[in-house]
């Protein structure tokens, strides 16, 4: 009975039992009472009755009584149609466990692996590729020609006969299949036929490797917004787990492996070791013209043990040098022959440079005949060469121990020295400002042009009263407008409340509120100076952030001697007091240090901030904020070690953040940074351009800038093609424009200053088509394994996958449902139906009624 009902009514798969079920009427009359529709069904059947007995004389009794049966049943069964008869049935089922097949579809699945000729037959045999020929070459070395990519791996294991892995997973599992191939989605496969039967050569077919980036994180999140079923079994991931955008896919309650909630079944392709050598290149990214810079560039290896190889770098000027002059020549700063051995190998090479600029500097490993891949074989960083120096003003009451120790840090600095620092002290004698090059005799020069060729300002304790409404409004503007960089330091005489402390003066109060506007924290107007001593506590944020690592002397004198990124502000002991402060101003703001123990008295529970930093305003101009001006306690005990290691380091990231000086008048820049890009991509060419007071341009003064696009010339090898465009008004201030680059190569971009006349140096932007999918050779095994283990699940190869179908746990459980089918259009009605209308047409042919 449980059988004939499934299969009449088309029930969900695996019924264990009928549980109810009962019939009744869908239509509004025929619900009121099931005796009107019998009513009318009776008096259907009386009335045929009464025409074939009444009505007809041919033929005799006993056939008219069966004509008048069947009519009459005919007539019955369309007035119980009309009542719209309905089956309820209540029933348990057992269905399958969903379980979702995911597929890697970017490019590094279209590498071909160089495998040894053992483990390629294990690996063919695996997934079901036909034998070849053994190989001619005597050694065990891997074959030098590459085999199938890693796609026609998957594609020949789905569609395999013998191993049959889809069919078996069907066997147990309704299967779905997803494939990534794009940033931030995962795309369902779509395979004609039958929905719930896959094909597998059709599934083979629908297999692709056209994205050009992995991003488990997101495929995993894309994944867990298509189901919202209980019945999800698990997950099935095909792929070399080469993690190369986004964030962490797994390792922790929030990440989007552990949000999908069922485990993952991590078959990896590719090899986890090979013959590969990787390139780093490191230096200090900032330099003097002239000054001389040493190279490192460090080499590690796979499987290439005591191989001879060269290492080389390669210098190249990006930007920089003579109006309309030609791409610079390569410069070849050293080249050595080294045996590459099973650490890490560092050579070390001085590069002097003559020019200024922008440089790529490239350290390489000549690549090997050997090696699986070649894309990592070398490095590129770049190289800011100055032949200017980093401009800092110092805004001071009076000297104190951080104004007298910072002036001779930064004196002795190659990138300031003594013409780069200046002062502005109030206490100091007029004839002294006026008179001394190391100071500057008024707040507010008569140029906003000499104002904002600075590129730091450090503000220290100094009283608002002393501060101008000219000042105050230029600096929110230095910062927010020209991406200057300025350090506040709280000092014990005067403190930061007084930027939120009202004057009595509106006009006033407004300029002093964009100083507190700008600082990373929000300052208490009544709050004084704590004076209780404490050891300053590094934030876990501070200890990432460069120039918060004060390293050199750490160990001296401890038991370990280990070194810690962050050790050296143990030398700065006991603080006596420091500056509190009501909040942090908002999430983007970085802490990172605390007081030990005291919090804010916002109710969040914050540790009052004592160093913290934020970017503000429309070019990103970076605030630092330090709720003490007693750093100089760095010096003692180390001297100059760590002092001049913190405050260099700052400086170095606000100062050099933008351009230097006067640069920041007409910038030039484009939406890359790394000025890299993909064939296909488009690049955003953007000009922000000031007059010589450093005021907008606008409409009345350039409408319009005329800029030079050189790019490569395809019909030519080594041709290129110059063309003069214009760059459009955005707004005041600010032109743009975009253009796409299809070519490789190098193109170059020239802007024309209207305000000085002549051309900027060229920006040279490199478009290359290698994807970042092909840089590794290998496959992430650990982002496989920490996926699987997290999840509860379980990782795999090629050779391994056979073992999946067992051991995925997913089991079915019983589910009561409750369906309404029609009655009328099951396929019993429509068999009486037909019999009935024979029936009666029959039986008026054999007693001739017409």
Same mark, same amino acid.
């Given at each position: 009975?449980?059988?004939?009902?499934?299969?009449?009514?088309?029930?969900?798969?695996?019924?264990?039992?009928?549980?109810?079920?009962?019939?009744?009427?869908?239509?509004?009359?025929?619900?009121? #009472?099931?005796?009107?529709?019998?009513?009318?069904?009776?008096?259907?059947?009386?009335?045929? !009755?009464?025409?074939?007995?009444?009505?007809?004389?041919?033929?005799?009794?006993?056939?008219?009584?069966?004509?008048?049966?069947?009519?009459?049943?005919?007539?019955?069964?369309?007035?119980? %149609?009309?009542?719209?008869?309905?089956?309820?049935?209540?029933?348990?089922?057992?269905?399958?466990?969903?379980?979702?097949?995911?597929?890697?579809?970017?490019?590094?699945?279209?590498?071909?692996?160089?495998?040894?000729?053992?483990?390629?037959?294990?690996?063919?045999?695996?997934?079901?590729?036909?034998?070849?020929?053994?190989?001619?070459?005597?050694?065990?070395?891997?074959?030098?020609?590459?085999?199938?990519?890693?796609?026609?791996?998957?594609?020949?294991?789905?569609?395999?006969?013998?191993?049959?892995?889809?069919?078996?997973?069907?066997?147990?599992?309704? /299967?779905?299949?997803?494939?990534?191939?794009?940033?931030?989605?995962?795309?369902?496969?779509?395979?004609?036929?039958?929905?719930?039967?896959?094909?597998?050569?059709?599934?083979?077919?629908?297999?692709?490797?056209?994205?050009?980036?992995?991003?488990?994180?997101?495929?995993?999140?894309?994944?867990?917004?298509?189901?919202? $079923?209980?019945?999800?079994?698990?997950? %099935?991931?095909? $792929?070399?787990?080469?993690?190369?955008?986004?964030?962490?896919?797994?390792?922790?309650?929030?990440?989007?492996?552990?949000?999908?909630?069922?485990?993952?079944? =991590?078959?990896?392709?590719?090899?986890?070791?090979?013959?590969?050598?990787?390139?780093?290149?490191?230096?200090?990214?900032?330099?003097? +013209?002239?000054?001389?810079?040493?190279?490192?560039?460090?080499?590690?290896?796979?499987?290439?043990?005591?191989?001879?190889?060269?290492?080389?770098?390669?210098?190249?000027?990006?930007?920089?040098?003579?109006?309309?002059?030609?791409?610079?020549?390569?410069? +070849?700063?050293?080249?050595?022959?080294?045996?590459?051995?099973?650490?890490?190998? %560092?050579?070390?090479?001085?590069?002097?440079?003559?020019?200024?600029?922008?440089?790529? %500097?490239?350290?390489?490993?000549?690549? !090997?005949?050997?090696?699986? =891949?070649?894309?990592?074989?070398?490095?590129?960083?770049?190289?800011?060469?100055?032949?200017?120096?980093?401009?800092?003003?110092?805004?001071?009451?009076?000297?104190?121990?951080? @104004?007298?120790?910072?002036?001779? /840090?930064?004196?002795?600095?190659?990138?300031?020295?003594?013409?780069?620092?200046?002062?502005?002290?109030?206490? =100091?004698?007029?004839?002294?400002?006026?008179?001394?090059?190391?100071?500057?005799?008024?707040?507010?020069?008569?140029?906003?042009?000499?104002?904002?060729?600075?590129?730091?300002?450090?503000?220290?304790?100094?009283?608002?009263?002393?501060?101008?409404?000219?000042?105050?409004?230029?600096?929110?503007?230095?910062?927010?407008?020209?991406?200057?960089?300025?350090?506040?330091?709280?000092?014990?005489?005067?403190?930061?409340?007084?930027?939120?402390?009202?004057?009595?003066?509106?006009?006033?109060?407004?300029?002093?509120?964009?100083?507190?506007?700008?600082?990373?924290?929000?300052?208490?107007?009544? =709050?004084?100076?704590?004076?209780?001593?404490?050891?300053?506590?590094?934030?876990?944020?501070?200890?990432?952030?460069?120039?918060?690592?004060?390293?050199?002397?750490?160990?001296?004198?401890?038991?370990?001697?280990?070194?810690?990124?962050?050790?050296?502000?143990?030398?700065?002991?006991?603080?006596?007091?420091? +500056?509190?402060?009501?909040?942090?101003?908002?999430?983007?703001?970085?802490?990172?240090?605390?007081?030990?123990?005291?919090?804010?008295?916002?109710?969040?529970?914050?540790?009052?901030?004592?160093?913290?930093?934020?970017?503000?305003?429309?070019?990103?101009?970076?605030? *630092?904020?330090?709720?003490?001006?007693?750093? @100089?306690?760095?010096?003692?005990?180390?001297?100059?070690?760590?002092?001049?290691?913190?405050?260099?380091?700052?400086?170095?990231?606000?100062?050099?953040?933008?351009?230097?000086?006067?640069?920041?008048?007409?910038?030039?820049?484009?939406?890359?940074?790394?000025?890299?890009?993909?064939?296909?991509?488009?690049?955003?060419?953007?000009?922000?351009?000031?007059?010589?007071?450093?005021?907008?341009?606008?409409?009345?003064?350039?409408?319009?800038?005329?800029?030079?696009?050189?790019?490569?010339?395809?019909?030519?090898?080594?041709?290129?093609?110059?063309?003069?465009? $214009?760059?459009?008004?955005?707004?005041?201030?600010?032109?743009?424009?975009?253009?796409?680059?299809?070519?490789?190569?190098?193109?170059?971009?020239? /802007?024309?200053?209207?305000?000085?006349? +002549?051309?900027?140096?060229?920006?040279?932007?490199?478009?290359?088509?290698?994807?970042?999918?092909?840089?590794?050779?290998?496959?992430?095994?650990?982002?496989?394994?920490?996926?699987?283990?997290?999840?509860?699940?379980? #990782?795999?190869?090629?050779?391994?996958?056979?073992?999946?179908?067992?051991?995925?746990?997913?089991?079915?459980?019983?589910?009561?449902?409750?369906?309404?089918?029609?009655?009328?259009?099951?396929?019993?009605?429509?068999?009486?139906?037909?019999?009935?209308?024979?029936?009666?047409?029959?039986?008026?042919?054999? *007693?001739?009624?017409?």
């Amino acid at each position: 009975m449980t059988d004939w009902l499934a299969k009449l009514f088309r029930l969900r798969e695996n019924v264990e039992s009928i549980d109810s079920h009962a019939v009744s009427f869908a239509e509004p009359w025929a619900r009121l #009472s099931a005796g009107i529709v019998v009513a009318l069904a009776v008096l259907a059947f009386a009335l045929s !009755l009464a025409f074939y007995l009444r009505g007809q004389s041919r033929g005799v009794r006993g056939g008219r009584l069966l004509l008048a049966c069947c009519r009459g049943g005919l007539l019955a069964l369309l007035v119980v %149609v009309l009542g719209d008869p309905v089956f309820r049935i209540a029933y348990t089922h057992r269905p399958k466990p969903l379980l979702y097949l995911l597929f890697d579809g970017t490019d590094s699945m279209a590498i071909a692996d160089r495998f040894a000729e053992d483990e390629r037959r294990k690996l063919d045999a695996a997934v079901g590729i036909a034998p070849t020929s053994p190989g001619t070459s005597a050694s065990n070395s891997p074959s030098e020609m590459p085999g199938p990519t890693r796609l026609e791996y998957v594609q020949s294991l789905v569609r395999s006969r013998e191993s049959a892995l889809v069919a078996k997973l069907q066997e147990r599992f309704r /299967v779905k299949c997803f494939q990534f191939s794009r940033r931030d989605e995962v795309d369902a496969i779509a395979i004609d036929g039958d929905d719930e039967t896959i094909d597998g050569e059709k599934l083979a077919a629908a297999l692709s490797s056209r994205g050009q980036v992995t991003n488990l994180a997101s495929a995993l999140a894309s994944l867990a917004g298509k189901h919202a $079923s209980s019945r999800l079994a698990g997950v %099935v991931i095909f $792929s070399d787990f080469d993690q190369n955008a986004g964030g962490p896919a797994a390792g922790g309650p929030t990440m989007p492996a552990e949000r999908l909630g069922v485990p993952i079944y =991590a078959v990896g392709v590719g090899p986890e070791r090979a013959r590969d050598a990787k390139a780093e290149v490191s230096f200090a990214a900032v330099m003097r +013209q002239g000054d001389k810079r040493t190279i490192s560039v460090s080499v590690e290896q796979q499987g290439l043990e005591n191989r001879p190889a060269t290492v080389r770098v390669v210098a190249k000027r990006l930007s920089g040098g003579e109006e309309g002059r030609a791409e610079a020549e390569p410069i +070849q700063v050293g080249s050595r022959e080294v045996v590459l051995s099973s650490g890490t190998l %560092v050579e070390s090479f001085d590069f002097v440079p003559s020019e200024p600029g922008v440089y790529d %500097v490239t350290g390489e490993l000549v690549p !090997l005949v050997e090696e699986t =891949a070649t894309d990592n074989n070398r490095a590129t960083r770049k190289l800011q060469v100055l032949d200017e120096y980093v401009r800092l003003l110092f805004v001071e009451y009076e000297p104190t121990w951080e @104004w007298r120790f910072i002036k001779e /840090v930064f004196h002795r600095d190659p990138l300031v020295g003594v013409k780069g620092f200046r002062t502005y002290l109030h206490s =100091a004698h007029p004839t002294v400002k006026q008179n001394h090059e190391l100071f500057t005799s008024s707040l507010t020069p008569p140029t906003r042009s000499e104002f904002f060729k600075n590129d730091v300002i450090f503000l220290g304790d100094i009283p608002a009263n002393v501060l101008t409404k000219g000042f105050c409004e230029r600096l929110e503007e230095f910062v927010g407008e020209f991406g200057g960089g300025l350090v506040v330091m709280a000092g014990p005489r005067f403190g930061i409340g007084q930027y939120a402390r009202p004057t009595g003066n509106p006009e006033f109060d407004e300029a002093l509120a964009k100083i507190h506007a700008m600082l990373p924290v929000e300052a208490d107007p009544n =709050a004084g100076i704590r004076e209780r001593p404490f050891r300053i506590e590094i934030t876990p944020l501070g200890r990432r952030t460069e120039f918060m690592r004060l390293t050199g002397a750490v160990g001296r004198g401890s038991a370990s001697g280990a070194e810690d990124d962050v050790g050296g502000w143990e030398a700065l002991g006991a603080l006596p007091w420091y +500056q509190p402060v009501r909040a942090v101003r908002g999430p983007d703001v970085s802490v990172l240090a605390t007081h030990p123990t005291d919090v804010c008295p916002d109710g969040d529970k914050q540790l009052q901030p004592l160093i913290a930093a934020r970017k503000y305003g429309s070019r990103g101009g970076q605030v *630092v904020y330090l709720g003490f001006n007693e750093t @100089w306690r760095l010096r003692r005990k180390y001297g100059e070690l760590y002092y001049q290691q913190f405050w260099g380091q700052l400086i170095h990231q606000l100062g050099f953040s933008h351009e230097l000086g006067g640069e920041k008048r007409f910038v030039v820049r484009t939406d890359n940074d790394q000025l890299r890009y993909q064939a296909g991509d488009k690049v955003t060419l953007s000009v922000e351009a000031y007059d010589e007071e450093f005021k907008p341009l606008d409409t009345d003064r350039a409408a319009k800038l005329s800029y030079r696009l050189t790019r490569p010339n395809r019909a030519s090898q080594g041709g290129e093609t110059t063309e003069e465009l $214009s760059l459009p008004l955005v707004h005041a201030g600010r032109y743009e424009t975009r253009f796409p680059v299809f070519a490789e190569g190098t193109y170059r971009v020239q /802007v024309k200053d209207p305000i000085a006349g +002549q051309w900027k140096p060229p920006i040279s932007l490199v478009v290359a088509s290698r994807s970042a999918e092909r840089r590794s050779a290998v496959r992430n095994v650990a982002v496989q394994d920490l996926l699987a283990t997290q999840t509860r699940g379980r #990782s795999y190869d090629l050779t391994t996958v056979a073992n999946l179908p067992a051991d995925i746990e997913g089991l079915a459980r019983s589910e009561q449902v409750v369906e309404v089918h029609k009655l009328w259009s099951t396929w019993p009605c429509f068999i009486l139906v037909v019999t009935l209308m024979l029936g009666e047409w029959l039986g008026r042919k054999l *007693v001739n009624l017409p």
